[in-house]
């Protein structure tokens, strides 16, 4: 009975490290949403909202009252690729960029860094 019993403990334990390498269900939907601006420098938001449109892992942002020099209201301020960052952050990245992922330092302020988005607050963090 003691080696039974081993048995099933080795298969549960195995088991459960399988269903914990496995990648969580992602934290949008497809569909068009209304989210808000958050500024990385202020850690707030100042009023400005855009247009987020989801379809599979394709995202795009529109300007829908946005106070921002040289960007008009309607006009497309992100395409890319939803991925999540090594950190659990969600990303937006180029298609051609899916090592994004591993960048050390994603901060919306660093011009190199992807653009962050936030599904469970609705927020798209800008600089």
């Known amino acids: 009975m003691k080696f039974q019993f081993s048995l099933i403990s080795i298969f549960f334990f195995m088991f459960s490290i399988h269903a914990w390498s496995i990648p969580k ?14 500024y990385e420098e202020q850690n707030s938001w100042m009023g ?6 989801i379809h599979n892992d394709r995202i795009k942002i529109y300007a829908k009252k946005v106070n ?24 937006i990245s180029s298609p051609n960029s ?10 919306a302020c660093r011009g190199d860094a992807p653009a962050t988005i936030d599904f469970k607050k609705k927020i798209y ?3």
Do not use: A
Request: hydrophobic fraction near 35%; aromatic fraction near 10%.
């Open 98 to 107: 899916p090592q994004d992922v591993n960048l050390d330092h994603i901060e």
């Open 125 to 127: 963090w800008m600089c």
């Open 48 to 53: 400005d909202t855009v247009i987020v449109k």
């Open 25 to 38: 269900k992602p934290e949008y939907h497809n569909g068009t949403f209304m989210y808000k601006i958050y």
């Open 68 to 91: 921002i020099s040289g960007i008009k209201n309607g006009e497309l301020m992100e395409d890319g690729v939803i991925r999540q960052h090594k950190s659990g952050v969600w990303i």
